[in-house]
């Protein structure tokens, strides 16, 4: 029965990857310089729409660029990475929270996972988060798994070596924040235990070198290809983009935590607990003995008696791993949502690990929040319909986001009735997987509003009036605006008309590729034969009052496509 479920789930969570267009502007942007790499054949430098793109480095594009190469440029090879990296991570979970507490701490720690909205709308949308979060888990469970009671001295430097891996290639997804992560929480839990001489266990003879070998030489290459990568990836896109409002992302400082209550909804009241009261459970207590060297000379004794006479607390780890994460981007001058998804895997575990994972208060509370969340799903499409472009979501949508609800107040019902006779496996598993099944619904609802949020059918009005994909054909122009989804689909870039945005760095280097200004514009297009241009309704309408000669053929949500054709 186990296996059945177990193979059910691992087809839904694929092919949910599949059964939608490219949203923008991530998904489009994340797609298209992995397509652009595979097509131009630069490897090295990533780029987006023919311009240098050094914003991040450069894992998560190989690894679908690679996809592309076996199965075809299309959404699911797009997702594929993302997708992949969530559902290992699902395994890791399940896995650590056995080797630390036992079975029933991983099937919890598996259970609070899947009913996370934020962990699996996340594991099915192409964005560099949850491929950074797998390699974050990674180095946070080998870690774990190097300081166990019963490993011995040879398996200890062997999970140390592969946390040094997982840091490596976190640093390749996204930068800093891959090594940052753990080593605040390795400083902030030896200022907690006092226990000093856990840097003896570290392996850093072998894990410093591994590390290096691994992270530093793209780096190297991408600084000798282009001279200003080190101050722009370094300067501009960490210490600006974190310190100051450079991005336009302010949010209050609470905002994490509202994101955070909303994305584990299910089981925020042992979230809450965990969080709030981290020495209600006392220390993580193992049995390991002096078993010989583990790294230059001492006992390797993770997991039981310290060097320092304390023992090993993996709760600690977890609970410093979460408030972490929490402060640091808390403090930032730039939020998105999912910058704290590497909170969800460790934050899981902690709860996991708790006895009171299950507690009948726990799991009533669970039951009211599931069945306020289904009545704020109404109230939210009802609250939308009052606007035009809300009106045409609700209708797009609306079966869907009834059927959430009713996920929602099920899983609310039959939870409170196991509760009621004492079963709390059956309450909790119920609960989570009413939740699990309302994200993939929001997936499916997601469906059927691409066309306000895609710009997939755009693209197919653009190549059945005749832009040709690849270099051939009439030009298209984006002007004053840019669709991150629509180079994707046409198979080919677009010329910028008076638009910079994250393409300044490019556009520095390489100002022929864009078109500074309106007024050139309307000179390019009435010296033209052809061309195609794809513009907001107010630019539109501003270019008419210029005299430029437009033919109007489609319009999609806020874009209209327009050509020189009466």
Not at 260 to 283: E, H, K, N, T, Y
């Amino acid at each position: 029965m186990l296996g059945v479920a177990t193979m059910c789930g691992t087809v839904l969570w694929f092919a949910l990857l599949a059964q939608r267009p490219l949203f923008d502007p991530d998904e489009g942007r994340y797609a298209e310089i992995p397509r652009e790499m595979l097509s131009g054949g630069d490897w090295l430098i990533p780029h987006l729409n023919g311009l240098a793109y050094l914003e991040k480095p450069p894992l998560q594009y190989w690894l679908t660029a690679l996809a592309f190469r076996g199965l075809g440029q299309g959404e699911f090879a797009a997702r594929l990475t993302t997708g992949a990296a969530g559902f290992l991570t699902l395994g890791l979970v399940y896995l650590l929270g056995r080797r630390l507490w036992g079975a029933d701490a991983g099937v919890r720690a598996l259970l609070f996972t899947l009913a996370s909205v934020l962990f699996v709308l996340l594991g099915h949308q192409l964005t560099l988060d949850m491929l950074l979060s797998f390699c974050l888990t990674a180095a946070l469970g080998s870690f774990l798994l190097a300081q166990a009671a019963d490993v011995s001295p040879r398996q200890c430097r062997a999970w140390m070596l592969a946390c040094w891996m997982g840091m490596a290639l976190a640093v390749l997804a996204k930068g800093l924040i891959g090594v940052l992560i753990p080593a605040a929480t390795l400083c902030g839990y030896m200022l907690w235990q006092r226990d000093w001489r856990l840097l003896r266990r570290l392996n850093l003879r072998w894990g410093l070198p591994l590390f290096g070998a691994v992270a530093l030489p793209w780096f190297a290459l991408a600084a000798r290809a282009d001279p200003r990568f080190l101050g722009f990836f370094f300067v501009r896109e960490h210490f600006q983009r974190y310190l100051t409002p450079v991005e336009h992302r302010t949010q209050p400082w609470w905002f994490f935590l509202l994101v955070l209550a909303v994305g584990i909804m299910p089981w925020l009241p042992q979230a809450a607990r965990a969080l709030l009261s981290p020495f209600m459970d006392g220390a993580q207590r193992g049995s390991c003995e002096a078993r010989g060297p583990c790294e230059a000379g001492g006992p390797c004794e993770a997991g039981g008696r310290s060097h320092a006479g304390r023992p090993f607390d993996a709760r600690r780890v977890l609970w410093i791993w979460c408030v972490f994460v929490l402060v640091f981007f808390s403090a930032s001058d730039s939020k998105l949502i999912p910058y704290i998804l590497p909170v969800v895997p460790a934050l899981a575990l902690l709860c996991a690990g708790r006895g009171a994972a299950d507690s009948r208060r726990s799991l009533w509370a669970g039951a009211l929040l599931s069945l306020a969340s289904g009545m704020g799903v109404l109230a939210y499409a009802s609250g939308r319909w009052n606007s035009p472009e809300g009106r045409e979501l609700v209708l797009l949508a609306g079966p869907v986001l009834l059927g959430t609800c009713a996920l929602l107040c099920l899983g609310a019902v039959f939870c409170a009735v196991f509760a009621v006779r004492r079963r709390p496996r059956a309450a909790l598993t119920s609960l989570c997987l009413a939740w699990f099944a309302a994200s993939c619904s929001i997936l499916v609802a997601a469906q059927a509003a691409q066309s306000l949020f895609s710009a997939k059918d755009a693209a197919r009005a653009l190549l059945a009036r005749g832009a040709a994909p690849g270099d051939a054909g009439p030009p298209v122009y984006s002007v004053q605006s840019y669709q991150q989804s629509l180079p994707f689909y046409l198979r080919r870039e677009v010329i910028l008309v008076d638009y910079r945005d994250e393409f300044d760095l490019g556009l520095r280097e390489d100002p022929q590729r864009g078109i500074a200004t309106l007024l050139l514009f309307s000179r390019v297009w009435q010296a033209e034969d052809g061309g195609f241009a794809v513009m907001a309704p107010r630019t539109l309408d501003r270019l008419r009052t210029m005299g430029v000669p437009m033919h109007e053929f489609a319009r999609f949500a806020d874009r209209v496509m327009v050509d020189r054709r009466e």
